[in-house]
Nanobody, 119 residues
C-alpha cells in the first residue's frame, strides 16, 4: 500500500516562498503521475501541478511562473516550490499519486498540508 507523507506547509507573507514535499512510501508503481492539488474553503479541489515519470510537467494557469514541481527519484519524493505567494494561494495542499497497473487505476492521497498566505 502506497503512503504519501506531506510536509512543508505553513504561514507565509505575500511574496514569500514555501516548499512542499511529498514522499511516496512503498511505491510499487514504476510508471505514475504525481501531482499537487489544493482546496480552499468553499471551493472545489483543483489541480495545481503534476509531473510524470518521464519528468513532463503541467501547471495550472494560476501558478505558472511562480510554482515549480520537481521530483527526486532516488528519494521517491515530489516537491512543489512555491514562490511569489499570493493570498489566493491559501488552501490545503494535497499530494496525489495516480498509476495504472494491470488494467486498474490506483489513486493515493497525502494527508494534506495547510498553506496560508497573509497580506
Amino acid at each position: 500500500q502506497v503512503q504519501l507523507v506531506e510536509s512543508g506547509g505553513g504561514l507565509v507573507q505575500a511574496g514569500g516562498s514555501l516548499r512542499l514535499s511529498c514522499a511516496a512510501l512503498r511505491n510499487i508503481f514504476s510508471i505514475n503521475t504525481m501531482a499537487w492539488f489544493r482546496q480552499a474553503p468553499g471551493k472545489q479541489r483543483e489541480l495545481v501541478a503534476d509531473i510524470t515519470t518521464s519528468g513532463a510537467t503541467f501547471y495550472a494557469d494560476s501558478v505558472k511562473g511562480r510554482f515549480t514541481i520537481s521530483k527526486d527519484n532516488t528519494k521517491n519524493t515530489v516537491y512543489l516550490q512555491m514562490n511569489s505567494l499570493k493570498p489566493e494561494d491559501t488552501a490545503v495542499y494535497y499530494c496525489n499519486l495516480r498509476a495504472y497497473y494491470s488494467g486498474n487505476l490506483y489513486d493515493y492521497w497525502g494527508q494534506g498540508t495547510q498553506v496560508t498566505v497573509s497580506s
